[in-house]
């Protein structure tokens, strides 16, 4: 079953349960995917639905951050629950020694020792990480690796 259909069928059950917060934030993420595939003038893979829901978890965070920094907790805690719900129909997420193997093993795999090798790095890196892991976090390692 797709993501896009995943995300159908737990918007109908969502409807049932009258779980407000999950229906909303369900129904956003398939209006997202619909405006990509209405962009591009064509059907979303899983890879690149997976692509729009990890931005849109990347811009709740980035909300929260604000919001906390406003003094507006209402507003950061129902992003708090968004990013909860979208990371249901996300990859389960890399552990810290995961994303450091791939990152070790991907800076030999590209022959890296310099930050002019960086973007090769986060290149080869990001299509095995795509929703699984914060590429910022993963730039931050490889900088510190090459250095």
Do not use: C, N, W
């Not at 990509?36 to 990347?58: F, G, N, P, S, Y």
């Not at 890196?125 to 510190?144: S, Y």
Request: proline share 1%; net charge negative.
């Amino acid at each position: 079953m797709s993501l896009v259909d995943q995300l159908k069928d737990q918007m109908k059950e969502a409807m049932r349960a009258k779980e407000k917060v999950r229906l909303g934030t369900i129904r956003m993420a398939l209006a997202a995917v619909k405006q990509v595939e209405v962009d591009t003038r064509e059907t979303l893979t899983d890879e690149q639905a997976i692509a729009v829901l990890t931005k849109m978890v990347k811009q709740r965070r980035d909300s929260i951050a604000q919001y906390e920094a406003a003094g507006r907790d209402e507003l950061a805690q129902t992003e708090a629950e968004e990013i909860l719900v979208l990371e249901h129909f996300l990859p389960k997420a890399l552990s810290e020694e995961e994303i450091v193997a791939l990152v070790d093993a991907s800076i030999l795999e590209m022959g890296a020792s310099t930050m002019a090798d960086m973007g090769k790095v986060m290149g080869a890196l990001k299509p095995k990480v795509m929703g699984r892991a914060d590429m910022a976090a993963i730039g931050a390692m490889i900088r510190a690796k090459l250095k």
